[in-house]
Antibody
Framework: EVQLVESGGGLVQPGGSLRLSCAASGFTFSTYSMNWVRQAPGKGLEWVSYISRSSSTKYYADSVKGRFTISRDNAKNSLYLQMNSLRDEDTAVYYC????????????WGQGTLVTVSS | QSALTQPPSASGSPGQSVTISCTGTSNDVGGYNYVSWYQQHPGKAPKFMIYEVSKRPSGVPDRFSGSKSGNTASLTVSGLQAEDEADYYCSSYAGSNNFELVFGGGTKLTVL
């Protein structure tokens, strides 16, 4: 069974940093591209970042470019999101999601971890 | 403001059909056949329901179908059941200049 379990969320002050993790199991992690998607409280989904299987390709939404860094460790079956210079508008549940096939659709999602940016 | 436009709500009685629209532009929905749909129950993670406009992943009932015309994609739920009540989000690839996935604002489907 495919499982994605996020961790690392919490309360952080504006301008602070946080590192999210996503532990993958039930599939060969190294053969799938991965993504982070977030959802602000009561709002819709917003794609955040993409990383290819070998980490050679990374993409970011304009809203987080230069502040967030996606990475992965295939030996540890783990995906990460380093978030720096956090803003109030970064408050959201952050989901890790597996790429289905083409890189443009997400077939499995974790339960999410809540990041709250507030003073 | 979301990149793709969905109606905030939709409703239907058990057994009926309901269609949810998702309007974008020629740079996303109209330009690529990479439209997907996700179902989200309150407090839960999104579930993958439709990919490449009209294909169903394994395990998704055939009551769910997708289509596209021009810049507008649609999700139709036939034979509505109580468990279909959820939020539905469309998504499209929008990578003309750079890789980007865009989502709609979501539609709350109520089964009356």
């Amino acid at each position: 069974e495919v499982q994605l379990v996020e961790s690392g969320g919490g309360l952080v002050q504006p301008g602070g940093s946080l590192r999210l993790s996503c532990a993958a199991s039930g599939f060969t992690f190294s053969t799938y591209s991965m993504n982070w998607v977030r959802q602000a409280p009561g709002k819709g989904l917003e794609w955040v970042s993409y990383i290819s299987r070998s980490s050679s390709t990374k993409y970011y939404a304009d809203s987080v470019k230069g502040r967030f860094t996606i990475s992965r460790d295939n030996a540890k079956n783990s995906l990460y999101l380093q978030m720096n210079s956090l803003r109030d508008e970064d408050t959201a549940v952050y989901y890790c999601a597996r790429d289905f096939n083409s890189g443009y659709e997400l077939d499995y999602w974790g339960q999410g971890t809540l990041v709250t940016v507030s003073s | 403001q979301s990149a793709l436009t969905q109606p905030p709500s939709a409703s239907g009685s058990p057994g009926q059909s309901v269609t949810i629209s998702c309007t974008g532009t020629s740079n996303d929905v109209g330009g690529y056949n990479y439209v997907s749909w996700y179902q989200q129950h309150p407090g839960k993670a999104p579930k993958f329901m439709i990919y490449e406009v009209s294909k169903r992943p394994s395990g998704v009932p055939d009551r769910f179908s997708g289509s596209k015309s021009g810049n507008t994609a649609s999700l139709t739920v036939s034979g509505l059941q109580a468990e279909d009540e959820a939020d539905y989000y469309c998504s499209s690839y929008a990578g003309s200049n750079n890789f980007e996935l865009v989502f709609g604002g979501g539609t709350k489907l109520t089964v009356l």
